[in-house]
C-alpha cells in the first residue's frame, strides 16, 4: 500500500495544474491551432504523404479512390471519438464538460465507465488520430502527441483529486478498469444507471459536427467544403455551450466530475 501512495503522489504531481484544468478547452485549441499552423513549415498532408508513399512501394500511380478511402478512416475515427463521448456524457450532466472547476463527490460507474475509466479522453485521442490525418506530417505529429500528453495530465490531475476524496473506493475501481486503453468487456456489474441521450448528444454536438466535416471532405475532396463544415461546428458549439449554461444550476452541479467512476460493485 505504501508503494501505490508513492506512485500515486508522483502521479499527482505530473498532473495538470488547477490552470491547465479550468481552461483546457483553449489548450486543446491551442494544440490543434499548432497542428495545423505546421502546414507553413510542412505543407504536405499527412494521409497524402502515405497514400503515396505507399504508391511508390507498389511501383504505381495513386488512384483517386485510396485518397478518399483514407480520409474515410479519419471521418470514421473522428465518429467513433463521438459515439464514445456521447455514451460517456449521456451518464453525466452537459454542465460538468463546460466546468472549469474539478468535481469528485458524484461518481459513475455505467456505460463506459465499465470498460475505461476516461472515455472522453479516448475520444479525444480517436479525434486527434482521425483529425490529425487532415494536417500535415509534422501537424499529425504534434496533434497525436500533443493531445496523448496534455491528456494524460489532465487525467493524473483528476484522478489525484478522486483518490483524495473516495479513497479504497477508487483504489479498488482503479483496480478493476484501465485508465485509457478500454477493456473489450465490462469489468464492473452496471449499477442500473439509465444514460439520458438527449443530454449526450447537447453535450456533444460540437464533436459530431467536427466528424462531419471529416466525412464531407473524404467524399468530395475539396477544401473549401471542409472548413465550411468546420465553421459551422464552432456555431454549433456556441449554441449548445449557450443552452447548457442557461440551464446550469450551481446547486446542482456541486459533485458531479467528467471522467469518474463509483465504487465498483464487482470485477469482471
Known amino acids: 500500500m505504501l508503494g501505490y501512495d508513492l506512485a500515486s503522489r508522483e502521479e499527482a504531481a505530473m498532473g495538470a495544474s ?75 450532466h452537459p454542465e460538468v464538460m463546460v466546468d472549469g472547476r474539478l468535481h469528485t463527490t458524484r461518481l459513475v460507474a455505467d456505460g463506459p465507465y465499465r470498460h475505461v475509466r476516461n472515455p472522453l479522453y479516448f475520444g479525444n485521442v480517436l479525434l486527434a488520430i482521425g483529425f490529425g490525418m487532415m494536417a500535415s ?19 493524473l490531475r483528476e484522478e489525484a483529486g478522486i483518490l483524495a476524496s473516495r479513497g479504497e473506493s477508487y483504489r479498488a475501481y482503479c483496480a478493476a478498469v484501465p485508465r485509457l486503453l478500454p477493456a473489450m468487456r465490462p469489468r464492473l ?45 464552432y456555431v454549433v458549439y456556441a449554441v449548445c455551450y449557450a443552452m447548457i449554461r442557461r440551464r446550469q444550476n450551481p446547486m446542482t452541479t456541486d459533485g458531479r466530475h467528467s471522467e469518474a467512476a463509483r465504487p465498483p460493485k464487482s470485477t469482471g
Open 189 to 233: 456489474a452496471s449499477s442500473g444507471a439509465k444514460p439520458n441521450w438527449s443530454d449526450g448528444f447537447l453535450g456533444e454536438a460540437f464533436m459530431w459536427v467536427l466528424a462531419l466535416s471529416v466525412l464531407a471532405f473524404a467524399v468530395v475532396l475539396n477544401r473549401k467544403v471542409f472548413f465550411v463544415v468546420l465553421g459551422a461546428a
Open 137 to 155: 506530417r509534422a501537424g499529425f505529429v504534434i496533434l497525436v502527441a500533443g493531445m496523448m500528453v496534455y491528456s494524460y495530465r489532465l487525467i
Open 18 to 92: 488547477d490552470f491547465e484544468f479550468r481552461y483546457r478547452f483553449w489548450f486543446f485549441g491551442a494544440i490543434f491551432f499548432f497542428a495545423f499552423g505546421s502546414y507553413n513549415l510542412d505543407h504536405v498532408n499527412a494521409s497524402q504523404a502515405l497514400i503515396e508513399w505507399i504508391a511508390r512501394l507498389r511501383g504505381v500511380a495513386a488512384a483517386d479512390w485510396q485518397y478518399h478511402a483514407i480520409f474515410a478512416m479519419a471521418a470514421l475515427l473522428c465518429i467513433a471519438n463521438a459515439a464514445v463521448r456521447t455514451w460517456a456524457t449521456a451518464y453525466l
